[in-house]
């Protein structure tokens, strides 16, 4: 299906040079302007990355919901800068520049071509999706590096052969495990292949693929012994976070949402571009006579997008959990441009090759100018186009610093009468607020009737007894439970105004100052 230099969609035959001096100029310009926009400070952290934060801050073998790799890596980058915003994300900037390396690296070898593996990169940073990766440090962005990274490994150690390669991609997958637990679908998919593959089939008689399973397993171990010390608590949130719990959906309507999630957060052109080159590949790779690039692109990426959608038939499936499929998806879909321009000067084929490029160039300009809007949405609304409030995604990131300036100065203010501490019936906001006070207090998420999370693990109320506290909440009025475990409860409401405009305002939270701390009595958990 991929043939050298086939690439002549641009305007002049350009030499074999030439590709790879653009995807550094692209790699270049890529990684600059992600490190100039989390150094700007235009968006304040994401909960999901204070809450990472805080991981950051008490390391461990593994966390309640996730792999150890994301707070290792944050607590790295924070221990060698400082605790700042620029720092938490400066991980996701080079984590994307090394995934948008691997893609080209896969891309090249698989369609031996370097206007293939520029074209790939093209793709994947014109995907919102991934834009998001390459400046928010959530577990998502090691788990696509190492995910990239293991398919680069794996395609090397079949095509050349020895234990070596396949010790290397075994490393890979345990880093990736270690990240995120979708690493785990690699395995089958890679067997997969292997099972499919005539020209590679031989290796399920040889070590080395077994040699790269248990070095995976074996750098997975400590998140086992840490889940199974912990009354496995991961176990049991992964498989409420896959369909064991009491959600349920309607079937189809769910499947829907979330294939519309995906077309959403890809973008509808690419997403159709992405969809059409896993057709191609399925079709040339499953053929009798198979192509074995294709099937490798296929097992690559598809299983795990279809795992998701027959999930999504029994549970909510997040848009974010098919985000490392789209590596090989977009190689899959440059491959299928490049196969309409091998013959694009005869008949039918023109036609073929006329349509690929206009879509993808289409895809491309659309999928940058999503990015561009999600960058700088208050520039819509500065030409008087706001966005809708329902569209506006960024409003997670806004708002928390003013929230943790108001806090900082009733913890100050508190903290010279005795010990203080904060807390809030909400993890996302305990996480925020410990970052965005100077002091980093000690800070607590109480349990009133919710899920468990990695504050339910940390626990440690006990040993604040007789203390004053900080209360953040968006309830007007405080809990009872907290009104029981204090002498004195009074309110300090707050409310936080989005700084996009006028038509743009955040949740108001209120704020609370308690005194004489009791204790809290155990409510009833719903859930892991």
Not at 390 to 401: E, F, Q
Request: charged share 15%; net charge positive.
């Amino acid at each position: 299906m991929c043939s050298r230099g086939s690439f002549t969609d641009w305007t002049h035959q350009a030499s074999g040079r030439q590709a790879p001096l653009l995807f550094l100029l692209v790699l270049c310009c890529l990684t600059a302007f992600h490190l100039w926009f989390i150094h700007s400070g235009r968006f304040n952290l994401a909960p999901d990355e204070a809450h990472y934060w805080t991981w950051s801050k008490r390391l461990d073998w593994s966390y309640y919901s996730k792999g150890p790799m994301v707070a290792y890596l944050i607590a790295l980058s924070t221990r060698l800068g400082g605790d700042t915003e620029f720092f938490i994300r400066l991980p996701a900037v080079l984590l994307s520049t090394g995934t948008a390396v691997c893609t080209f690296v896969l891309a090249d070898r698989l369609c031996r071509s370097t206007w293939a593996g520029l074209q790939a990169v093209l793709a994947l940073a014109a995907m919102p999706l991934a834009e998001a990766g390459s400046i928010l440090m959530t577990i998502d962005a090691p788990l696509v590096f190492f995910w990239s990274l293991t398919l680069v490994l794996i395609h090397r150690a079949l095509t050349t052969g020895g234990n070596g390669r396949w010790l290397l991609a075994g490393i890979g997958l345990g880093l990736g495990l270690l990240s995120k637990y979708t690493m785990a679908i690699m395995a089958p998919q890679i067997f997969l292949y292997l099972l499919l593959s005539r020209q590679h089939r031989f290796w399920l008689r040889r070590p080395g693929p077994y040699l790269a399973l248990g070095v995976g397993l074996l750098l997975f171990t400590p998140v086992i012994y840490w889940s199974a010390t912990h009354h496995f608590v991961s176990l049991r949130h992964l498989l409420e976070q896959l369909g064991g719990g009491n959600n349920s959906v309607i079937p189809l309507k769910s499947a829907g949402e979330f294939v519309a999630s995906q077309a959403g957060v890809v973008t509808p052109l690419l997403f159709l571009i992405l969809i059409i080159g896993l057709w191609e590949v399925g079709r040339t790779g499953l053929a009798r006579c198979g192509d074995d690039t294709s099937l490798f692109l296929l097992c690559a990426s598809a299983p795990l997008l279809i795992v998701c959608v027959i999930t999504s038939l029994w549970t909510k499936v997040q848009a974010n959990w098919a985000a490392p499929t789209y590596i090989a998806a977009a190689v899959a879909a440059v491959a299928w441009r490049q196969s309409a321009s091998a013959h694009r000067n005869s008949g039918p084929s023109a036609w073929r090759w006329t349509r690929s490029r206009t879509l993808f160039v289409c895809a491309l300009i659309t999928g940058f100018l999503v990015s561009a809007v999600g960058h700088f949405p208050h520039a819509l609304a500065a030409v008087g186009l706001p966005l809708p409030r329902k569209l506006d995604l960024t409003k997670r990131l806004r708002g928390w610093a003013e929230l943790g300036a108001q806090v900082n100065a009733i913890y100050e203010e508190m903290s010279h009468n005795g010990p203080t501490f904060v807390f809030s019936d909400r993890y996302q906001v305990a996480s925020e607020v410990m970052f965005y006070v100077a002091a980093h207090p000690a800070t607590y998420n109480i349990q009133l009737g919710r899920r468990m999370n990695q504050f339910d693990v940390w626990g440690g109320t006990d040993k604040v007894r007789g203390w004053n506290a900080v209360f953040i909440t968006d309830r007007p009025d405080p809990p009872e439970p907290v009104l029981r475990s204090f002498d004195v409860v009074q309110s300090d409401p707050l409310t936080v105004p989005s700084t996009v405009g006028p038509m743009h305002r955040l949740r108001p939270w209120f704020i609370f100052r308690c005194y004489k701390f009791r204790g809290f009595q155990p409510a009833r958990q719903l859930g892991y």
